[in-house]
């Protein structure tokens, strides 16, 4: 029998050097080539449609001429963010943006959790599951004919508030004309479509929660209220915490569908946000290195505060995205 | 002698009995639910209800919540308008190829980044996920399509938004939990290659991620509306939701007739919107209970590891 012999253990181990990163590759490269081929269109994808436009996004410093197209328009520097940032209607856009963005987060972000908490509580399961079937209806119903349907309930004479609020005794309101009332219909509408879908989540998350807890604290005597807060809470508080993150850090990037919808000559003072206004002076006044400058101005925000709300977060508890 | 108590009843004195103080808050909990039950659904009522009504009916402020004087009036109405039977025609071209082309997609690159042994993934999912973080803008991203040649186009509603990201997260846990490695290397020493494998064996025990991601893509599609604005000029084109806004939001209806006839139009039109929504939300609606499991299954491999 021919003698084998042993290599000693620390030599056989792995060291990452960058002639086994290239050992590692080419094995795989071998191995899975046909993964490799499979995975060329989505890189395609995303290579052409997102990481494309932010090269195109350069724009901004570029006064665009369509002859010449992006890489072709002369440079001007910072001309069109210093037209950004004297333009008097910018801070009011900021303001909008922002305000309509913490509303929306301060409505939103509770009431699922509350909505969760209650149903949890429910011993009735057939109760529970009706209730989330319903609430959870609304989320399908596409912006445009919510936005038309906040239009036919909220219309000055005919819509159903308005017809309640008479029978009350109260006047009519136009609540879509009014700036002042514009932020509270959106958001409150807001409230009303997405409520169910988010609750589902912090369902699952006390779903997770360990029953043997549960039956702790009934030993110690807790009512209902002190179960929910001292049992409930903590076991959603990772997912309601991940939420919160990617809702503050979102705040500057507030969608452009429904409030373009909901947007009329009298309630622009408050209707008027980032995104509308990009499209409006982009596409429909085709003024496309401004508009650029403005957009690159808003995703740059955006990325400093998902970064910064990251950051805060993992040094105040343990979660964070990543 | 004392009788000895059987297990088989709990005497009264033993039962867990709930303090007056937890009834209540039970109480209260389910009369807050109801409300919010009643809050949710009677806006949904409402509008069916309105939908079948008459057009006078509706007009004059009759309907509160059951339909008065059915008439299909409406519906009718829907029907015979050919811009509407061309969005709608249209909007289920999109979903379907949409859903399709977008599937496929996130399948492609979800199951290679499962792999441990498949070298870049990492560098792959960050490459992805910083898509999430920042984007080019809506001008930039606008640009490209028009580069390409897309604008006006079908194909511009069906790439520039085709994969989610967050879709491709979940897949990718999905197919990380539930193909265990060993079934590739016994695949594998048979002489299975990956491709065959991923076609023969991961994607028939895929079905509940399938059936997720196209659910999520299929309904992104019927109701998305922004691309269309932005990218399609001929009306042939226009999904139907781009259709219903110039219905029911800008109110584009009427032509010129006489007063009385114009009365009545103004009512048919009024009613049309409610039967509109109930028509366009038809199909979501109703295949929506039986699809709530799985979205709801989405979200939950999603938010386990996200």
New interface residues.
Partial sequence: MKAVSVQPQTETRERSTSKNYWK??K???R??W???L??I???L??I??????????V?AFKNYQVTKG?WGSPWVGTKYFDMLFNNPQFWTLIKNTLFLSLYQLAATFPIPII?AL??N??RSLR?KK??Q??????F??????M???I???LAPR?G?LN?ILNAMGMESTNFLGDPTKFRSVYVWSEV?QT??YSC??YL??LAGVDPSLYEAA?VDGA???QKIIHVDIPGILP?AV?ILILSVGNIMSLG??KVY?MQNPLNLQSSEII?TY??KI??LNAN?SF??AV??F???I??IL??AVNAVSRRISENSLW | MAVIQTTGSISPRRKIRESAGDRVFLSITYILLSLILVAVLYPLIYIVSSSISSPQAVASGKVWLWPVDISFAGYKTVFSNDQILVGYGNSLFYTCCGALISVILTVAIAYPLSKKTFFGRNVLMMFITFTFLFSGGLIPTYLVVKGLHLIDTRWALLLPNAIFVFQVIIARTFFKASIPEELNDAAEIDGCSDIRFLLSVVIPLSKPILAVLTLVYAVAQWNAFFDALIYLKSQHLYPLQLTLRSILIQNFSGGNMDASEQVKRQELAYLMKYSLIVVASLPVLILYPFIQRYFVQGMLIGSIKG
């Fill in positions: 590692e590759a094995k795989s490269l191995k899975h046909q993964l490799y499979l995975v269109p989505p890189v994808f995303f052409l449609f997102k990481y494309l436009p932010m090269a195109n996004a724009l992006i909505l209650l149903l509580e429910v109760f009706a209730v079937l319903i609430t959870y209806a609304p399908f119903i596409s912006t445009v004919v936005v038309s349907i239009m036919i309930f005919l159903l017809v009303w409520t169910g589902v989540i699952a998350a009934k009512s209902r209220l997912a991940i452009f569908e919808l995104s990009v499209y982009g596409l496309y508009a650029t957009g690159l808003n995703s740059v955006n990325l998902l970064v």
